[in-house]
């Protein structure tokens, strides 16, 4: 399997898979919590899927992936500075100037964004429309965020008392011998990324950062806008959401206005039919889960760099 380089993006790590001669580009957007070890088995899977002929960037979130002194500084205030999701939109469309810079120019370029990313593919879309392809939108929370179910339990650590409970906890966690923290992690649902999870616990304000977006997320996401649809018309636009109401986050509810804001169409045989239309919703016939990166990478890079060679690379023909 091909391993990625790291490098620093506006002060945020970032994760490369650099093709010797790219026919596609693409960038991918984490969700929330922006933990780029969290995806890197998804992304190595989609890269040896497109026969590394396509070159993948994915950066971290400010202030909760690894970040340096040189980024730049925060700009939301609740109730004290912090990282917030404008923050982390600009952030990313300084990773798609620098991925543009990475290939050349007539490269095709598209954007992937998961759960809360996939809100932020959106605006990189409203924002550099004429750079951008397609759009894949993986698990979406792109509209109506106080309305999914999880988001009623999340609500909770916004409480001060729960908040500072929470951050107590991180700061005896990152204290504590390093296979303690495995054995704790082993115990919980991300026993399947125990490196990325102790590196998220243990990173000061990391975990404050992503409650804090989540504030911001309650305030931004609601209706998609008609300005940003009418940006998506000319493009590719492919959704894949969780079985019926499995996911919390995204419920049939957010997939159905979805589907009538972007006018999707519903494609469901994505491994063995051509796409009915450049604006497609697929709805998980697996019961793949929400957080797909910890257990699901293959599955799901399956599906997506069928999209990709389905979308077309340029003049030359299809990928592989």
């Known amino acids: 399997m091909s391993s990625p380089s ?15 001669r790219p026919r596609a580009a693409i960038l991918f957007i984490c969700g929330n919590p922006g933990v780029t070890s969290y995806y890197t088995e998804y992304l190595t ?37 912090y990282y917030g999701l404008e923050d982390q939109i600009a952030s990313q469309s300084m990773a798609l100037d620098t991925l543009r ?25 409203n924002m550099h429309a004429d750079q951008i392809r397609a759009m894949y939108l993986l698990f979406p929370a792109i509209c109506h965020i106080a309305q999914a179910p999880q988001a009623r339990i999340t609500r909770t650590f916004l ?14 966690l990152s204290r504590i011998p ?10 919980t649902s991300l026993r399947y990324s125990p490196d990325a999870t102790a590196d998220l616990v243990t990173r000061p304000y990391a975990v404050a950062t992503a409650v804090y977006m989540f504030h911001d ?17 000319d493009k590719v636009v492919r959704s894949y959401w ?5 996911d919390s986050w995204s419920t049939s509810f957010h997939r ?57 690379p340029g003049p030359h023909g299809p990928l592989g």
């Open 6 to 20: 790291t490098l620093f993006v506006g002060g945020v790590r970032a994760r490369l898979w650099r093709a010797p």
């Open 45 to 81: 899977q989609l890269y040896e899927a497109l026969h590394g002929q396509c070159t993948i960037l994915c950066k971290g979130s400010l202030g909760i992936d690894e970040t340096r002194p040189e980024a730049p500084p925060p700009t939301g205030v609740w109730p004290y500075r």
């Open 101 to 125: 810079d990475l290939v050349p120019p007539s490269t095709p370029l598209f954007v992937q964004g998961h759960s809360l990313g996939a809100f932020m593919a959106l605006q990189l879309l």
């Open 159 to 172: 409480f001060m008392p729960v908040f500072a409970l929470v951050h107590i906890m991180c700061w005896i």
């Open 178 to 187: 390093r296979s303690w923290l495995y054995w704790i992690i082993g115990h």
């Open 217 to 233: 997320e309650l305030r931004m996401i609601k209706d998609i806008p008609q300005h940003v649809a009418e940006r998506a018309k």
């Open 242 to 246: 969780g079985q019926g109401d499995s």
């Open 256 to 312: 159905r206005h979805a589907e009538s804001a972007l006018h999707l169409d519903r494609w469901q045989n994505v491994m063995h039919t051509a796409p009915p239309s450049k604006h497609t919703s697929t709805e998980c016939q697996d019961a793949l889960p929400h957080a797909f990166c910890l257990r699901h990478s293959e599955a799901i890079a399956r599906i997506t760099s069928r999209w990709v060679q389905a979308d077309g």
